[in-house]
């Protein structure tokens, strides 16, 4: 793998499984997975290498694969999810970024989800959730120490991760849900809000080739992004959505593959 690699997961038959927060509300398979492919094209339209994973029948929400790992410079530290049922999605996406990444684990008590982690410029937000308990928060902690990077913790009032309610749209900008988190605790960043008719129904994602997608079904939220300047994609991925995905959790966006010290010894696979 070279360049910007995009880590994509499909879609399990077992989807129609998946967590909930409306388990009243069916979830259609086919859909979900055209779905998703149309998410997958636009990213390989904006130059990422796309590395699909196999569905896992085992684990319905193991299209989410965000979840299963965050990438901090040299380090990829496997998550231990806080649903039981998502616990086993990590193995084929920690066996990957063990090609390129020292990998390190958040182990019990602890528990963490990537989407609770923001990994910016020099610091790190992370998401104190009703996925990531302080447990693992002072896991990843030592993690980030040893990379000399700073971490502050965010408490998440509101939705499942922090990236349900606090988006990064580029290196300086957030797309926040409001009241869903404490703001001061973003630092400097420069805020947009999230329309009330909106709240919790979009997502976004910045991509390589400095477009941003965003959520189709959100018109308000598209139109304040359009009107601050970004190149707005829309994708439809509202059967993701109902089972509280995002535009963010149905990848893991690598934009440079340091080769680890293991694989340079046995050669680059
Ligand atoms: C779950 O409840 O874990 C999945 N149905 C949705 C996970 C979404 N992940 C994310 O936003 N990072």
Wanted: net charge negative; with cysteine; hydrophobic share 40%.
């Amino acid at each position: 793998m070279t360049g910007d690699v995009a880590l994509v997961r499909s879609v399990p038959g077992s989807f129609r499984h998946a967590e909930r927060s409306d388990e009243d509300r069916a979830l259609e398979v086919d859909l979900a997975r055209r779905q998703h492919d149309s998410y997958v094209a636009v990213l390989e339209s904006a130059g990422y290498t796309i590395d699909r994973i196999p569905a896992d029948e085992s684990h319905p929400d193991c299209v989410f694969i965000e979840d299963t790992a965050v990438v901090v410079g040299s380090v990829a530290v496997i998550a231990r999810s806080g649903a039981v049922s998502r616990r086993g999605e990590a193995g084929p996406v920690a066996e990957r970024l063990a090609r390129r990444y020292e990998v390190r684990h958040i182990g019990p008590p602890g528990t963490l989800d990537g989407g609770d982690v923001i990994v910016g410029d020099g610091s790190i937000l992370i998401g104190r959730s009703r996925r990531t308990n302080t447990e693992g928060i002072d896991q990843f902690a030592a993690i980030a120490a040893s990379l000399g990077l700073d971490l502050n913790i965010v408490e998440v009032r509101e939705g499942l991760h922090l990236k349900s309610v606090v988006l990064p749209l580029d290196g300086e900008t957030m797309l926040v849900t409001p009241g869903a988190v404490d703001v001061t605790a973003l630092g400097e960043l420069h805020i947009l809000h999230e329309p009330d008719a909106e709240r919790h129904r979009s997502s976004a994602l910045p991509l390589r080739d400095g477009r941003l997608m965003v959520t189709e079904g959100t018109p308000a939220t598209a139109a304040l992004l359009d009107a601050s300047g970004y190149d707005v994609v829309p994708v439809d991925v509202s059967e993701l959505l109902a089972a509280d995905g995002g535009l963010t959790c149905l990848s893991i966006l690598v934009s440079a593959l340091p080769v680890a010290p293991d694989s340079r010894e046995n050669g680059s696979r």
